[in-house]
């Protein structure tokens, strides 16, 4: 199964941009599809976008030409470009990823939490007015 570590949270100023990664280790293959999702204190954790293993992306709507989910080659490193932050956009963000994915099943689920069985520890982002 694999293992998700994420990466490269930080604070930054609003309207900067940040890039956060989540290394993947352990097995991984391309039926699986993966996300990122992010929880601020006294919110639940909320789906940011997702990408499944045919290729396509989808966002929530307050990120959408803000943020952009892609993927290695390889399928060992998940990555989110977050560009002109702004506060609301601070949480610690986490990666997720399902095995055995098929997207026609699961697209209207992407954002339910219970939809994916893997996680990783989280990585925080802060953004500062």
């Known amino acids: 199964q694999p293992r998700l570590t994420e990466s490269g949270g930080d604070s930054v100023q609003s309207g900067g941009s940040l890039r956060i990664s989540c290394s993947v280790s352990g097995y991984i293959d391309r039926t699986f599809c993966m996300a990122w999702f992010r929880q601020s204190p006294g919110k639940q954790r909320e789906g940011v976008a997702a990408?499944?293993?045919?290729?396509?992306?989808k966002y929530l709507d307050s990120v959408k030409g803000r943020f952009l989910i892609s993927q290695n080659d390889d399928l060992k490193t998940l990555y989110l470009q977050m560009n002109n932050l702004l506060p609301n956009d601070s949480g610690r963000y986490y990666c997720?990823?399902?095995?055995?994915?098929?997207?026609?099943?699961?697209?209207?689920?992407?954002?339910?939490?219970?939809?994916?069985?893997?996680w990783g520890q989280g990585t925080e982002v802060t953004v500062f007015a």
């Open positions: 997720a990823a399902v095995s055995r994915c098929v997207p026609r099943d699961l697209w209207l689920f992407l954002f339910r939490t219970d939809t994916w069985n893997f």
């Open positions: 990408i499944v293993n045919d290729g396509r992306t």
